[in-house]
């Protein structure tokens, strides 16, 4: 998750130009250096794109759906503010996905591209505030930092923009680093929880008694080991006898032992089809 930087005075329009590194001068914009191709309309219903790339059909925009796989990919600085799917090649460990969200900005120059979706966790409550271009909504919105290199295929979705984003051609508000670095920790942090909780090389029986306990009980892997509390150690097969705990941990043993029995008794229930 990240935010692109900006400035308060810099504009979004295709005509502002992006510096190169170590520069100054020049001010950042949604759509970067790009040039902007021709808009929409006029001659056979087709819109044309920047070199080399595909040719994007303007179909009426309820049913728009256009998408490129195996070619160049379309101008972005023309989808601004549209809803986009694209599928990101397989790389290392990590295999071919999809990713959904509306396209924030492109940036040629680094080859980035920004999806925005809503934040789950941003409130529902809406402003009293007007929403203009001055004053856009505040809700609270994820970033997925994707290089365009990465891309293989662009799906565009739909052709209404999303009218919750700034307009591309309004100023940018100033980004708070120490907000943006402290969001980006949290979500760091959360992210190595999870996959602490995640047992290496256990069945997913395991896993599953693993998850049950957590629900209740403070729970950690040691190795294939599932300790709670750090009073008791469960080894495996994970039944009630492998229940083991230290010296002075005899009423901890016995809580874990039948918080393990309840949850393996509602798992061989379901296994024979109660509920």
């Not at 016995?254 to 024979?272: C, D, M, N, P, T």
């Amino acid at each position: 998750m990240s935010t692109k930087p900006s400035t308060p005075s810099g504009s979004r329009k295709a005509s502002s130009s992006t510096p190169a590194a170590g520069g100054g001068g020049s001010k950042n914009s949604r759509r970067g250096s790009a040039t902007a191709s021709p808009k929409p309309g006029g001659g056979a219903g087709m819109s044309q794109t920047s070199a080399n790339a595909v040719a994007t059909p303007t179909p009426p925009a309820a049913a728009a759906s256009t998408t490129t796989t195996g070619e160049a990919l379309p101008d972005l600085t023309t989808l601004l503010n549209l809803p986009l799917r694209v599928v990101i090649a397989a790389s290392g460990e990590l295999p071919q996905r999809e990713v959904e969200g509306t396209l924030w900005t492109y940036d040629p120059l680094t080859s980035f591209v920004v999806l925005t979706t809503p934040s789950a966790s941003a409130s529902s409550a809406a402003s009293s505030q007007p929403q203009t271009a001055q004053n856009p909504p505040s809700q609270k919105r994820s970033y997925h930092l994707i290089k365009s290199t990465q891309i293989k295929a662009v799906t565009i979705l739909s052709l209404t923009p999303d009218t919750s984003l700034p307009a591309p051609s309004s100023l940018l508000r100033a980004i708070n680093p120490a907000e943006v670095s402290a969001r980006v920790e949290k979500a760091v942090l959360e992210d190595q929880k999870a996959r602490a909780r995640v047992g290496q090389g256990v069945s997913d029986e395991a896993q599953a008694l693993f998850d049950a306990l957590g629900r209740t009980l403070p729970v950690r892997w040691a190795g294939k080991n599932i300790v709670v509390m750090d009073e008791v150690m469960i080894a495996e097969p994970y039944g009630v006898g492998d229940v083991k705990g230290g010296k002075g941990a005899g009423g901890y043993v016995e809580r874990v032992k039948k918080v393990l029995e309840g949850e393996r008794q509602r798992r061989a229930a379901r296994q024979i089809g109660f509920p």
